[in-house]
């Protein structure tokens, strides 16, 4: 069955270290992975997604993400974290072999960066 | 250009009770979706429609939830009657282009249900 995993419920990190949220699918097809951050009391807002091509992707907000085909990864990536990046990260999958191209979302990984 | 747009925010309601969440996508958007997250877990997907058509719809429980988009633009989702169970967020996103795989959906901010 298709899945997908966010191993981390919780990453903490310190203002200005780099931060990391992991990502990983289960292999089915080809995938097209995408990142969404959430804030309190708000929806998913878009981050960035791979679809094909350049395996490193940059998005919004000085978050980028790698494509890693061989381990199934798409690990999220901010070279130096802010207290606002504090929020809820999901990945989410779809795989070119599903034809009803449903979301798969991970659980979540709750990112907590301090002063 | 206005984001995806979802009323009422906030729902409190009584077990038993109906209740019905309403959305209006991007506009243009072909896809929209209804997604339900508990708390500290991801979206999972209610419904899709492809302009009017519903075209995934497995995941909802026909018995007492249902949903319509009435010419292929807002869209509801009722309960009817709302257990205690159902207390979630209810979210609704869209995306461009019916049938597409890589298109962005883009998510509105919610609606917060508590069943008492």
């Known amino acids: 069955a298709q899945s997908v995993a966010q191993p981390e419920d919780q990453v903490n990190v310190a203002e200005g270290n780099p931060l990391t949220v992991k990502c990983t699918y289960s292999?089915?097809?080809?995938?097209?992975l995408f990142w969404y951050v959430q804030y309190p009391n708000r929806g998913l807002q878009f981050l960035l997604k791979?679809?094909?091509?350049?395996?490193l992707v940059k998005g919004s907000y000085g978050f980028e993400a790698e494509f890693n085909k061989s381990q199934t990864s798409f690990h999220l990536k901010k070279p130096s974290a802010l207290v606002s990046d504090s929020a809820l990260y999901f990945c989410a999958v779809r795989w070119e072999t599903d034809s009803w191209g449903k979301f798969q979302f991970g659980a979540g990984t709750q990112v907590v960066v301090t002063p | 250009e206005a984001g995806v747009v979802q009323s009422p925010r906030y729902k409190i309601i009584e077990k038993k009770q109906p209740v019905a969440f309403w959305c209006n996508p991007i506009?243009?958007?072909?896809?929209l979706y209804w997604y339900l997250q508990n708390l500290g877990q991801g979206p999972e997907l209610l419904i899709r429609y492809e302009n009017e058509e519903a075209v995934d719809d497995s995941q909802l429980p026909k018995d007492r939830f249902s949903a319509e988009r009435l010419k292929g633009v807002d869209s509801t989702l009722k309960i009817q009657p709302a257990e205690l169970g159902d207390s979630a967020v209810y979210l609704c996103?869209?995306?461009?282009?019916?049938?597409?795989?890589?298109?962005?959906?883009?998510f509105g901010p919610g609606t917060r249900l508590t069943v008492l």
């Open positions: 292999v089915s097809g080809n995938p097209y």
């Open positions: 791979y679809i094909t091509g350049d395996n």
């Open positions: 506009s243009g958007h072909n896809t």
């Open positions: 996103a869209s995306s461009l282009r019916s049938g597409s795989l890589t298109d962005t959906q883009y």
